[in-house]
């Protein structure tokens, strides 16, 4: 079994590719798991991950633009990964509130569900966001 974690925003070959060389080595079974919440909601979290319980710098800060840039990449990629068949299923979680909601979800059999138009939509949207950082955070 393997785990990979990544923001899934490095672009479709590249990403496909590694998927299919997983399958070369003998994956049977590949399932995507995606989270998702608003960018803003996304930079106001990463700024105490910069820093340790003693607000020293820790050194986990991602830069604003790579974040949003980040944000903006897997939404415009998030479709193309649901059709291209790479995945055995695929689930999407908004993760704005507590509990994470689950926005859609799909699987070789029965296909995609949109569970929560209104949240799919929104994550959508993200990828027409622009990757300026806001600054005044």
């Known amino acids: 079994d393997v785990i990979v974690d990544g923001t899934m925003d490095n672009g479709i070959e590249k990403r496909n ?34 820093r340790n319980q003693n607000g020293k710098d ?5 830069p604003e633009g790579a974040l949003r840039t980040a944000h903006i990449k897997v939404s415009r990629n998030f479709p193309e990964y649901v059709t291209g ?34 949240l799919y939509d929104r994550f959508l949207a993200k990828g027409n966001e622009s990757a300026e950082e806001k600054g005044g955070k």
């Not at 998927?19 to 105490?48: N, W």
């Not at 820790?58 to 991602?62: A, E, F, L, P």
């Open 58 to 62: 820790y050194g986990r800060q991602v």
């Open 17 to 50: 590719a590694e998927l299919d060389y997983m399958r070369t080595l003998g994956a049977k079974q590949i399932h995507g798991l995606f989270y998702s919440c608003d960018t803003d909601v996304a930079v106001k979290r990463s700024e105490p991950r910069a």
């Open 85 to 118: 068949g790479r995945f055995d299923s695929i689930t999407l979680y908004d993760t704005n509130e507590k509990p994470n909601r689950l926005i859609a979800q799909s699987n070789r059999n029965d296909g995609f569900e949109i569970l929560n138009s209104e």
